[in-house]
């Protein structure tokens, strides 16, 4: 039984750590519960958030609607020959789910490891990292349609995934909840290694023949490594989207900057670091006020205690402005801001 609750923080329910409050949370557990919530008339009337770890999340005021966080949980699969249907609640902590797979050597989203939030949120915001996409080993979806309570299945087509994109947050934004989400995946390891510094990690650990735990593992490292952990420094991992420039944008720009660093992009065009772009701009590690960057890596925005989200805002923007000044480069937020 779902019940909604009145003036609630919502410090504890975000990786950056804000303390703002939402004038109505309620916990949904299953299907019923959904069905439940949206009995209530408040739900039906007020505005709504769907909120799963809250880790890409930058809450600049209080929130006067409903919080409905999805902890809809289970993880089950099926095999055919190499191919592994691998089927999970929206409420599984994402790194749960990949843990589950590497110990069952299910590979797929190995490169993936310890992106934070839920399973629920993966579709919505097509997450990434080391060269593989939610998209690579997407299959389908289950969602709940608020408007008429029904179930609807979505295929990867209906979809429409785009870099850190997908039709939730475009025309279908606000009218779904997506409660599980299905994965296929293989027995039969295809490694993605090339990105970032996987490759390099391999071979100081003399690792030759890796397997998707060693995969697993190193990306972990080097996460690690560059990122804060949330439960410590509050943060929602890269704030700013890789930005994607057109081939000849590029041509002009790395005549200026020959060490910028980019990568292939899909239809041509070059994908841009916005770590190095930032941290060229002398932001790395600086603080100011309760927010700043991260002293290993300038992609992350950090909360030193006590920031405020507005506070948070103001410091992304500045970035924004000196990147685009200095690169003629824009900077586009990959944290939803509220």
Known sequence: ???????????????????????????????????????????????????????????????????????????????????????????????????????????????????????????????????????????????????????????????????????????????????????HLSKQAKLQTHYGAITAELEKRNITKPTIADISKVVADIRVSKLPDPKTIGNAGSFFKNPVIEKSVFDDLIKKFPEVVNYPAPNGKIKLAAGWLIEQCGFKGIVVGETGTWKNQALVLVNHGYASGQEVYIFSEQIINTVYTKFSVKLEREVNIL
């Open 1 to 183: 039984m779902s019940i909604l609750q009145e003036n609630v923080s919502l410090k504890k329910y975000n990786t950056f750590g804000i303390d703002v409050n939402a004038s109505y949370f309620v916990e949904v557990k299953n299907g019923e519960d959904l069905r439940e919530v949206f009995s209530n008339p408040i739900a039906k009337t007020k505005k709504l958030l769907v909120l799963g770890g809250g880790s890409n999340m930058l809450f600049t005021k209080d929130f006067d609607g409903v919080i409905l966080k999805v902890s809809i949980q289970g993880i089950t699969y099926q095999t055919q020959g190499d191919d592994v249907m691998v089927t999970a609640g929206g409420g599984v902590v994402w790194n749960d789910l990949v843990s589950y797979c590497v110990e069952n050597n299910f590979a797929g989203i190995e490169n993936l490891t310890l992106i934070p939030g839920t399973v629920g949120a993966s579709p919505i915001q097509n997450i990434g990292a080391y060269g593989v996409e939610l998209k690579d080993v997407f299959s389908s979806c289950m969602a709940f349609e608020i408007a008429t309570g029904e179930t609807r299945t979505f295929t990867y087509a209906d979809c429409n995934f785009g870099y850190r994109d997908s039709v939730f947050k475009n025309e279908l934004k606000n009218k779904y909840i997506i409660t599980s989400v299905q994965f």
